[in-house]
Nanobody, 121 residues
Framework: QVQLVESGGGLVQAGGSLRLSCAASGRTFSTYNMNWFRQVPGKERQFVSAVSGSGSTKYYADSVKGRFTISRDNAKNTVFLQMNSLKPEDTAVYYC??????????????WGKGTLVTVSS
């Protein structure tokens, strides 16, 4: 069982920045692909970003590309999402998710409880 705990959410003015953190309990954290998703009530969950186990490969949704940066510190079992130039449409609950890369299983294996990011206009 892997526990994920997000932190760093809060209220920020448009144009501001926040840094989200996700602390994981897994003993093989460096083998997990780590992901950030976000969700607004009444809307579908949206992919935000992902990073490979080594940190060498990163992916971003078009909506955040150039503004957000994903990173990880495997020594600390933590993944980060640096969010710059925030826009009101970035307002959502942000979730950390771990993909253990099980063969034939193309879903996230573990999810955090989320952290709320509110961007005021």
């Amino acid at each position: 069982q892997v526990q994920l705990v997000e932190s760093g959410g809060g209220l920020v003015q448009a144009g501001g920045s926040l840094r989200l953190s996700c602390a994981a309990s897994g003993r093989t954290f460096s083998t997990y692909n780590m992901n950030w998703f976000r969700q607004v009530p009444g809307k579908e969950r949206q992919f935000v970003s992902a990073v490979s186990g080594s940190g060498s490969t990163k992916y971003y949704a078009d909506s955040v590309k150039g503004r957000f940066t994903i990173s990880r510190d495997n020594a600390k079992n933590t993944v980060f999402l640096q969010m710059n130039s925030l826009k009101p449409e970035d307002t959502a609950v942000y979730y950390c998710a771990a993909d253990l890369r099980r063969v034939g299983v193309n879903v996230m294996d573990y999810w955090g409880k989320g952290t709320l990011v509110t961007v005021s206009s």
